[in-house]
């Protein structure tokens, strides 16, 4: 089965804080993308990070960075240092076997980010 | 700058009617754009995939009929809601894909059906 996992549904953090999201993910296929979305109230889409399966070195830009490993079919999302602005329903998306026929982006449910100041 | 637009970003129709919505790839030829449902609180759901010059492919359980799709150019699809009741109101999402990895999203229309 071809799955994406959120399990946190909410978090709340104060400003400043450190905040980790987590994602596991299900596939059979050996090749695959792994994608961050931010999603804020106005609803767009905000591309944060795409990261292929053959890659699992760790990504750090500014505030946030990525944790990818494969063992644990995991794709964690940190914010360092977290703001306002950061409030946002955060979206990890798996991209299945994109060397051969193209799958679809499976969505996990999302993560709400709460950050009060 | 934005890849994908949609229009409108928001609508309210009256039970029964129809309402269209347009997806277009602004920079870019698409052969491909996707169309996506996200009822409030919930995860984006695929609804179907449209091909340029061709019929949609539409996922289970999303009815052809209901949700018409039209991909007349390489920069242009549209979703047309039929006879819209008020459990379609929903926010509707377009998407294009330029390569293998490359998608990126309109930035929806809120449909609310009265």
């Known amino acids: 089965a071809q799955k994406v996992t959120q399990a946190q549904t909410e978090i709340s953090v104060v400003e400043k804080e450190d905040v980790t999201l987590d994602c596991v993910y299900e596939?059979?296929?050996?090749?695959?993308?792994l994608f961050w979305y931010k999603q804020p109230p106005s609803g767009e889409l905000v591309f944060l990070i795409r990261?292929?399966?053959?890659?699992?070195q760790n990504e750090i830009s500014g505030r946030y960075s990525w944790n990818f490993q494969k063992s644990t079919s995991s794709f964690n999302f940190t914010i360092t240092a977290s703001q306002v602005v950061d409030s946002a329903v955060y979206f990890c998306a798996l991209l299945p076997n994109y060397g051969g026929s193209q799958g679809n982006l499976i969505f996990g449910k999302g993560t709400k980010l709460s950050v009060k100041p | 700058g934005a890849v994908v637009s949609q229009h409108p970003s928001r609508v309210i129709c009256k039970s029964g009617t129809s309402v269209k919505i347009e997806c277009r790839s602004l920079d870019f030829q698409a052969t491909t754009m996707f169309w996506y449902r996200q009822f409030p609180k919930k995860s984006l759901m695929l609804m179907a995939t449209s091909n340029e010059g061709s019929k949609a492919t539409y996922e289970q359980g999303v009815e052809k009929d209901k949700f018409l799709i039209n991909h007349a150019s390489l920069t242009l699809s549209t979703l047309t809601v039929t006879s819209a009741h008020p459990e379609d109101s929903s926010f509707y999402i377009c998407?294009?894909?330029?390569?293998?990895?490359?998608?990126?999203f309109g930035p929806g229309t809120r449909l609310t059906v009265t």
């Open positions: 998407s294009v894909r330029l390569a293998a990895y490359e998608q990126y």
């Open positions: 596939t059979r296929d050996t090749t695959y993308y």
């Open positions: 990261r292929n399966s053959f890659d699992e």
